[in-house]
């Protein structure tokens, strides 16, 4: 019998926000792109689990097989956008995925910070 390991259970949600941002891509843009508002991508953001349809939808706007998003592995996807973005006119993107994605976790410690701040006068 196979046991559930944590990489098969993956928030789907989550893996669309985490490829977004590291693809440089605001909210906003993507659900422009979708044709929703920013709140209903938001909501998809949170989702465990997106609608089939849906997420061939966000794959094709971010131009990343659907695969990328269900089987998010950071590795796997810093290979990914190394290797294979690129915008509207055919030319690869020159950028290094790794400071991609150190941008974004800088972001999300700045966040955490904030959070923690506002908790701490919230408590006072």
Known sequence: M?????EK???????VKRLREILGIKQETLAG?????QQKMSFLEQKERIDAEQM?????????P???????????TVNFVANTYHDNSGNYNNF?????IVELYE?????K????????AGNN
């Open 113 to 120: 910070d904030e959070i923690i701040e506002k908790l701490k």
């Open 56 to 64: 061939k939808e966000i794959a094709k706007a971010l131009k990343v």
């Open 96 to 100: 290094n995925p790794v400071d991609k």
């Open 2 to 6: 196979e046991m559930e390991t944590p």
């Open 9 to 15: 259970l993956r928030h789907e949600g989550h893996n």
């Open 33 to 37: 792109m979708l044709g929703i508002n």
């Open 107 to 111: 972001r999300m410690l700045k966040e």
């Open 66 to 76: 659907v695969e990328a998003i269900t089987n998010f592995s950071q590795d796997a």
